[in-house]
C-alpha cells in the first residue's frame, strides 16, 4: 500500500491554499492522503505565528498529533511558524522530525519520490521593482505548484504571496517575502482544475496584484484578472482589499463578478493613528467610498478588520472607531487585540496600551457590531435570494464568505454544489434560516450551474 499523509492546517484562508498545493505534489509523488492522523505515515503541521495565540495553538497542535501518530510515523512541521521560528523550533521541540519552512524541502523518509516533494524551486521572474520591504524572497514557492479538484463547491485561490507594504504591526513581510504575483494563465489553469463554482481570490495584498510585474502584467492588473475568473465560474469573491487600492475600475469589476461583497482591511479609522499604523486613509474617506458603492448596489456587502488598542490608540481614536462602526453599518466585522511582534516597527513604540484597556475596548466593539450585524440580518426575512449549496443543508449566498461570516441553513434536499432560490425565514444571529422559494410552479428551484 502506498505510504500515507496527513495534513493538519491552522491559521488563514493562504495556508489553506498552501496546504492543499502539498497535498497535490504529495498525491503526484505517489503518496496517498488520509483523514485519521494515527494511520498515516506522514503527518505534516501546516502553522501560523499570526499572533501569539495563533502559535499556542500550532504548538498545542503538533505535541497533540505527535501524541495521536503512529509509531514510526515522521512528524513535519512547516508553515509561517516553521519559517519564521525555524531554529527555535529545532531546538526545543523535538517531537518534530523536521521543520520544513517555504524554503526547505519536506522530506517524507517513506520512499524515495516523496522526497522530491518540494525540491522545485518556481520562478516567477519577479523584477525588483518595489522592494519596500527588502526581504529575501523565499527560496521556494507553493505558487504554482499543482492542486486536487476542490472537495467543496468553493475554493480559495491564491494570486500572489507576500507583501510589499510596511504595516507597524505585521511580521508577514519579514518572513513572506516581498510580493511575487503569479502569471494569469497559470491562475486560470488552476480555476479550471478546481471545478468550483465559487472562486475565492485570496493574496497578503490582494488589489496590488501585478505591481511587482509592471511590464508583464502592470497596476491595475487585478481588475483584468477578475474579469477573466468571473467570466469562467459564476462566483468570483476577492478577500483582503486594502483600501487605497479599491479604484472604480476594481469596484465594476467586482460588482459584475456575481459576488457584490467587498471585504476592506481598513485596520483603523482615525487618520493619526493609522499613520501611526504606517496606513493610509481615515474614516472620511472610507464611509464615501462606502456609501458610492451602495448607490451602485444596494445589495452590496461589507467586511472590514481592526486592530484595537495598537501603541498610542487614545480614547479619542477609539471613540472615532466607535462611531465609525455604527454609521457604517458593515455586515460583518472582526476585531483583534494588537499583538506585540518581533521584528516589527510597533515593538518598539511608545505608549503601549494596557491589556486591560485593550479587553474593554474591543468588547464594545464587538458587542456593537453583533447587535449591527443581528440586525442586518432580521432585516433579510423574507427575502429571496440565491444560495450556493456547499453541504446537505448549508448555503452560502453572495453575503457570507466561507468559513468567515455567518450560513443559511436549508432544506437537506438541495444538492450539494447547486445553486437554488430561497425564501429566508429567520435569523439565528449571524446564521440565517431559508425554506424553498415559490418560483412559479410552487417547487424548490435548484439549477446546477456550469462552471
Ligand atoms: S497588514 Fe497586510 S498589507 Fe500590511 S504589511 Fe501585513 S500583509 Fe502587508
Not at 505527535?66 to 516553521?82: D, F, H, I, P, Y
Not at 493613528?273 to 448596489?297: C, N, T
Request: aromatic residues 6%; charged residues 25%.
Amino acid at each position: 500500500m502506498a505510504s500515507r499523509f496527513y495534513i493538519e492546517t491552522l491559521g488563514c484562508p493562504k495556508n489553506e491554499v498552501d496546504s492543499e498545493k502539498l497535498v497535490g505534489t504529495l498525491l503526484a509523488q505517489g503518496l496517498s492522503a488520509t483523514e485519521d492522523e494515527s494511520q498515516a505515515d506522514v503527518v505534516v503541521v501546516n502553522t501560523c505565528a499570526f499572533i501569539e495565540e495563533a502559535r499556542k495553538e500550532s504548538i498545542d497542535t503538533i505535541l497533540a498529533l505527535s501524541e495521536r501518530r503512529k509509531k514510526g510515523a515522521q512528524l513535519v512541521v512547516t508553515g509561517c511558524m516553521a519559517e519564521r521560528y525555524g531554529d527555535e523550533l529545532r531546538a526545543n521541540l523535538p517531537e518534530a522530525d523536521q521543520i520544513a519552512g517555504f524554503g526547505v524541502a519536506i522530506e517524507t523518509g517513506v520512499q524515495p519520490a516523496a522526497n522530491e516533494v518540494a525540491t522545485t524551486a518556481v520562478t516567477l521572474g519577479r523584477k525588483p521593482s518595489l522592494g519596500v520591504t527588502a526581504q529575501p524572497v523565499p527560496s521556494f514557492d507553493l505558487l504554482n505548484l499543482p492542486r486536487p479538484a476542490s472537495r467543496t463547491p468553493w475554493a480559495y485561490v491564491k494570486i500572489a504571496e507576500g507583501c510589499d507594504r510596511n504595516c507597524g504591526f505585521c511580521a508577514i513581510p519579514s518572513f513572506r517575502g516581498p510580493q511575487r504575483s503569479r502569471d494569469v494563465a497559470s491562475i486560470l489553469r488552476e480555476v479550471d482544475e478546481l471545478q468550483a463554482k465559487e472562486i475565492v481570490l485570496v493574496a497578503q495584498d490582494l488589489a496590488s496584484y501585478g505591481k511587482d510585474r509592471p511590464d508583464e502584467l502592470g497596476a491595475g492588473s487585478i481588475v483584468d484578472l477578475v474579469r477573466q475568473v468571473s467570466a469562467t465560474v459564476p462566483r468570483t469573491r476577492l478577500l483582503y482589499l486594502y483600501p487605497s487600492d479599491l479604484s472604480d475600475a476594481l469596484i465594476d469589476a467586482i460588482l459584475a463578478s456575481g459576488v457584490p461583497y467587498f471585504d476592506l482591511s481598513l485596520q483603523h479609522v482615525s487618520k493619526p493613528h493609522l499613520r501611526r499604523m504606517r496606513r493610509w486613509g481615515d474614516g472620511e474617506r472610507f464611509l464615501k467610498r462606502i456609501a458610492d458603492i451602495r448607490s451602485r448596489e444596494a445589495d452590496a456587502t461589507f467586511r472590514s478588520n481592526f486592530i484595537v488598542g495598537y501603541p498610542g490608540e487614545t480614547e479619542d481614536d477609539h471613540d472615532q472607531l466607535l462611531s465609525f462602526v455604527r454609521e457604517a453599518s458593515l455586515d460583518w466585522c472582526g476585531f483583534f487585540e494588537y499583538s506585540p511582534e518581533e521584528g516589527t516597527y510597533a515593538v518598539a513604540l511608545p505608549d503601549q496600551v494596557p491589556a486591560g484597556l485593550m479587553h474593554e475596548r474591543i468588547a464594545e466593539l464587538r458587542e456593537l457590531q453583533d447587535t449591527i450585524t443581528a440586525a442586518k440580518r432580521d432585516e433579510l426575512i423574507d427575502a429571496t435570494v440565491e444560495v450556493l449549496v456547499d453541504e446537505p443543508g448549508v448555503a452560502r449566498s453572495h453575503r457570507e464568505a466561507p468559513q468567515i461570516d455567518g450560513i443559511i441553513r436549508v432544506p437537506t434536499s438541495l444538492a450539494t454544489g447547486s445553486f437554488a432560490t430561497v425564501r429566508i425565514t429567520d435569523a439565528q444571529g449571524p446564521d440565517l434560516v431559508a425554506e424553498g422559494a415559490d418560483v412559479g410552479e410552487g417547487s424548490l428551484q435548484g439549477a446546477d450551474h456550469a462552471g
